[in-house]
Structures are given as C-alpha cells and as structure tokens.
C-alpha cells in the first residue's frame, strides 16, 4: 500500500485546510484510516482515525470539535477537514492505514503503513 498525502500548507490561526490521503498498490476498504503529527522535536502522536467500514471516529483531544475525518473507500481516499486551526496545530501530518483498530491508544510503532507527510503551519 502506498500512502499520498496532499492538502497542507501555511494559513492563520482560525483557518481551515483540508488534508487529502489517496492509498494505491492495492485497496484499503478494509484497513482502519488515520492521521497522526509530528511537531518539530515532538514525536509523533494521533489525531484521528476513522474504522475501516466507516462507522466509527476518534479524535485526539486537542482536536475534538475542531476536526473531521471521513473516508471514500470508493476512491480509496481519507480526508481530514481542520477547522479553527490554532498555532499549536503546526505540525508535519501522515497518514496511515493499519488493519488494527487505530486510536489513540495504538502504538505509532505498529502501523502497517504510512504517507510522505505533508506540513501544515499555522501562524498566530
């Protein structure tokens, strides 16, 4: 499976962006979706994840209220829509496709596969 993020750039305190991640190589209809950060000297941590028969989310709770993700498993595509974005958001974002239940409680090392990264800087 390969994992191609794509949506970030650089927008001010209150924006919004829109991240996309389309998984090729084979599908991932059957795969937990999620997207994790990695600030600059922070490891990486979760975000959200959304159940691979699109039933379920969780959210990290610096991002509850504030963020969505959602899935096409016809596109094979994942998208977290982030709302009122805050400085402390900023942050290199991946995705990733795991065929465990991922949440915030699932370990970073475990997951099966993930995106290049795209970085979002959100500036006061």
């Known amino acids: 499976v390969q994992l191609q993020a794509s949506g970030g750039g650089s927008v001010q305190a209150g924006g919004s962006l829109r991240l996309s991640c389309a998984a090729s190589?084979?599908?991932?209809?059957?795969?937990?979706m999620g997207w994790f950060r990695q600030a600059l000297g922070k490891e990486r941590e979760f975000v959200a994840a959304?159940?691979?028969?699109?039933?379920?989310?969780s959210y990290a709770n610096s991002v509850k209220g504030r963020f969505t993700i959602s899935r096409d498993n016809a596109k094979n595509t994942v998208y977290l829509q982030m709302n009122t974005l805050k400085p402390e958001d900023t942050a290199v974002y991946y995705c990733?496709?795991?065929?465990?239940?991922?949440?915030?409680?699932?370990?970073?090392?475990?997951?099966?596969?993930w995106g290049q990264g795209t970085l979002v800087t959100v500036s006061s």
């Open positions: 959304v159940r691979w028969t699109g039933s379920s989310t």
């Open positions: 990733a496709a795991d065929r465990g239940r991922v949440d915030a409680t699932y370990p970073v090392s475990r997951i099966d596969y």
């Open positions: 190589g084979r599908t991932v209809s059957n795969y937990d």
